[in-house]
């Protein structure tokens, strides 16, 4: 009958820590969930292999030794972890087996730049793409869509938000031809510019 015999977090303990896999003499097989951004090195009597993280691994055991060591190998940085738990389930010889082996658990996914992002260029360059494709979008936390949106074919929107609700702070210009010059309609000033 399966059995866990282990569950630990890997960044809360020791480096290098041990577990019993109480399998009688040492022999079946061994299945470690490794929900954890921890990859570690097992070592089992001479035989010596890896876990990577966010993944469950199947072991056979034959080597007649009990007790597994581990330590940790390597430790992914990501942002806010969802969970840090390796869990140890042991089989005899002979019982079903839950899966096919490697199994990835994807509860982390990066999110790239999840931090503040800067960034400067002497230019920005958008040549041979259809007219209206996005060459600049932000959207704020909470926005329900983007307050600033810049395309190829010179259309800006730079909409204020307020409180969920987005306003337009600069509204769109009402141009007039005078002449050779070409006017624009200031709205904030009441007046005509060129």
């Known amino acids: 009958m399966p059995q866990i015999v282990a569950q630990y977090n890997p960044n809360a303990i020791g480096s290098q820590q041990s577990f019993s896999t109480n399998l009688p003499n040492g022999h079946g097989r061994m299945v470690i969930w490794n929900a954890s951004n921890v990859a570690q090195t097992l070592q089992n009597g001479a035989y010596i292999d890896f876990c990577p993280a966010w993944t469950g691994m199947l072991y056979h055991l034959d080597q007649g030794e009990v007790t597994v060591k581990w330590a940790v190998h390597s430790t ?10 390796v869990t140890v389930v042991t089989y005899n010889d002979g ?23 800067s960034s400067s260029t002497s230019n920005l360059i958008n040549d041979g793409n259809v007219a209206g494709t996005q060459m600049i979008e932000s959207t704020p936390t909470g926005a329900g869509s983007s307050t600033i949106n810049v395309q190829n074919d010179g259309t800006i929107n730079i909409l204020g938000d307020q409180s969920g609700t987005l306003t337009t702070p600069f509204p769109p210009c009402q141009q007039q ?18």
């Open 76 to 85: 992914l940085i990501s942002n806010g972890n969802p969970i840090s738990l």
């Open 177 to 194: 031809q005078r002449g050779r010059r070409r006017y624009c309609w200031a709205m904030r000033t009441g007046a005509w510019k060129y």
């Open 95 to 117: 019982e079903p087996m839950p899966a096919n082996f490697p199994v990835p658990l994807q509860y982390q996914t990066n999110i790239g730049n999840a931090g503040a992002v």
